[in-house]
DNA sequence: TCTTTTCGTTTACATCTGTAACTTTTCAAT
DNA sequence: ATTGAAAAGTTACAGATGTAAACGAAAAGA
């Protein structure tokens, strides 16, 4: 089974809901509300018409709890991440992926534990990596660098 | 000066019209709508369509050649994908962005360079990377992780 | 010069997004 | 039972995006 919810279709906006949502588990719309309102200065109607379009796109399921839903997200944040990540990354030249996440890990702050775990992969890696890496961006030999 | 051209505004039909362009270095409306063949189905309507918003947005130059134009980038590929990869972290949980970018390592075709290269970033960021990222979910310690 | 290509310009149109007001339904408290 | 508050649902609307046809002008070939 492929992954039901794609969530490169997740707008920035409903991605910030999104958020709220995986860090709680599941929270009714009155309590993103609440949330958001530390963030964005959106209107109630607002967030409750990007709730609704996140359950359009099978983001969220609901549940009703009385007279109220219970939203609580169909990917995890985890998953939700390495897609858009994958998406981003696949417009981008191979030659030039390496450098860019190299930028990444001198931009990012990182645990001593996220560090080691790098280490371990790219010594790792390091054993089996070809000399260059072809640039795909024009087919044929025609292409950039 | 900041960056005059917002890259993360171009939509991903555009972005695919961007690196024939930044592979080029330049190219007239037609070596575009040849090349882009090879990968999408666009009529050349389409492309000129597209050609002409992202001039629009700036992110192409123009410079009369006769009859026709002549198409050049007014960002580099580089610093878009600066701008592609810092707005995608920039909604990811702190905590999770060093996971992410060892998945990163582990799913891109890296070579032997990159990987040197990122070894030494890593072994200098190590020794005063902190024990522990924060999560910045939501505000207070009422955070995720 | 007349015609055919080749570009660029204008117009189109459905869908998606950001943003929100207005309306209806349904608990909960008189 | 009545009413007020809270939640959900409906409708709206401008701008962005994907996708393109049609029209016009200029260059190149006949």
Redesign the pocket.
Known sequence: MTAVVDAT?M????WELMRIIWTKGKA???EVIDLIKAKK???E??V???L??LVSKSALTTVKD????IYSPNITESDAMDQMTAEMFSRMCNMKKGSEITKLIRDTNLSQADIKQMQAVLANKLRTAPKVVECNCLPGKDSCC
């Open positions: 279709e707008t920035t906006s409903e009714s719309s009155s200065d959106w209107t109607s607002t409750k018409t990007l609704r379009r009385g007279r109220r839903f």
